[in-house]
């Protein structure tokens, strides 16, 4: 695979052979999609599943889709669509009656079997300040062109916020003001923008009168962000910081960050929330935006590494709603006072994100990235998409206010 290290920890055209393992993994996948409303068709034609002749249609192409499955359970299951082991005329449809059953697809006295294949977290992703660094550098640090590649023009890498009649760019619009108003961002405010993207959020609060001190610690990111903002007229207004939130400095009326905690791991939620209290001014709002997963999911899942750990975002992990509300009351002084989901908004989001990356597949490949990384992506992108569209992950604005 080539582009980035986080796809270069295997090589998958040599799946590892373990016959028992492969047995196992072929015994309970079998049990799992009897109850499926999909259709399996497995190498030797063999049909399996609930669904009719319209179900999602997921086809084993070879039996090495057994072996990363008894190898690495769902982390051979993405490495086997990436090899091309299995696949899917619409991966994320084929992909959601799993996510919906994620938590009872392998009966409860067989869970114990998920011990033999379930990775633990790297001790090298935690994100300390240089594991931080490294994290991010390892996805955000591909390649602006890559991003440019499937994002729309705002270069907005977050949820969407959809209205009748709205394309992908006023949508992502909505969603940033929707930040904007939470924040109580207007002339005169001085916002801290915890993590960048590419600049969009600081132009629309610079343009309601608004200084803008943004913190990333993305150096493609900010090199393109600064450009952006350049060719907006507003860098006299915003300042684009390669720093970490935990030197944060300074007092701000307002205090934004869009889907940035998901970087920060469990270990510094506390200095996260603590710091975002520590520089909001006395009278000043934080519009935070974070992805989420049930809370018997974080708990059952928060030691080890998925395969979007292990491929996509190094050291990542998701908040719940309650942990959410839990660290706030610990580690501040703020009280959530309003909410708004927009899971069914990012499942939008992810289709269109991902029928754009496959229309500029040429173009992918002649920023250097190869036929395995472009599957790597499409999993990616259908496997995120799949988790909103079953209700397994959610997208949420909160807006926090001394209490």
């Known amino acids: 695979m080539t582009g980035t290290a986080t796809t270069g920890r295997l090589d998958l055209s040599a799946p590892p052979h373990s016959p028992v393992r492969a047995w196992i993994a072929e015994r309970l996948f079998r049990l799992a999609v009897t109850r499926l409303p999909v259709r399996v068709v497995l190498p030797g034609g063999e049909v399996l599943g609930r669904g009719g002749p319209d179900a999602p249609m997921m086809a084993v192409e070879r039996p090495a889709f057994f072996d990363r499955v008894g190898a690495r359970g769902m982390i051979g299951f993405g490495e086997a669509y990436t090899a091309g082991d299995w696949t899917s005329a619409d991966p994320a449809a084929t992909l959601t009656p799993f996510a919906e059953r994620l938590a009872t697809l392998v009966p ?13 977290r790297p001790a090298a992703e935690r994100n300390t300040p240089d594991g931080a660094r490294s994290n991010i550098h390892r996805h955000y640090d591909l390649s602006n062109g890559l991003f440019a590649a499937f994002l729309d023009e705002s270069m907005s890498y ?31 405010s001085r916002v801290l923008e915890i993590g960048t993207g590419w600049g969009a959020l600081a132009v629309r609060a610079a343009r309601r009168g608004a200084t803008v001190t943004s913190l990333t610690i993305s150096t493609e990111q900010r090199d393109l962000a600064v450009e952006r903002i350049a060719a907006a007229g507003v860098a006299d207004r915003v300042e684009v910081a390669l720093r970490d939130y935990r030197e944060a400095s300074g007092s701000y009326d307002a205090v934004v960050s869009v889907e940035m ?14 710091t975002v209290d520590r520089v909001l001014a006395p009278g000043g709002r934080v519009a935070l935006q974070a992805i989420t997963m049930p809370h018997d999911r974080l708990v059952a899942s928060r030691h080890t590494n998925g395969w979007i750990n292990e491929y996509v975002f190094p050291g990542g992990q998701l908040l719940s709603v309650p942990a959410i509300e839990e660290q706030v009351r610990a580690n501040t002084g703020l009280a959530i006072t309003a909410r708004r989901r927009l899971g069914e908004h990012y499942a939008r989001t992810l289709r269109l994100w991902r029928e754009r990356f496959l229309a500029a597949g040429d173009h992918v490949a002649s920023l250097g990235f190869d036929d395995t990384f472009r599957r790597l992506w499409e999993f990616y992108l259908a496997y995120c998409e799949a988790g909103f569209r079953a209700h397994y992950l959610d997208v949420w604005q909160f807006r926090l206010a001394r209490a």
């Not at 009748?164 to 929707?178: E, H, V």
């Open 108 to 120: 409860a006295p067989l869970q114990r079997l998920r011990r033999l294949v379930d990775a633990r």
């Open 158 to 188: 977050s949820s969407a916020w959809f209205e009748p009649g709205d394309d992908l760019y006023r949508a992502q619009l909505r969603k940033i003001d929707g930040v904007l108003d939470y924040a109580g961002v207007g002339p005169g």
């Open 261 to 274: 905690v998901e970087a920060v791991g469990e270990d510094y939620w506390p200095e996260y929330f603590a």
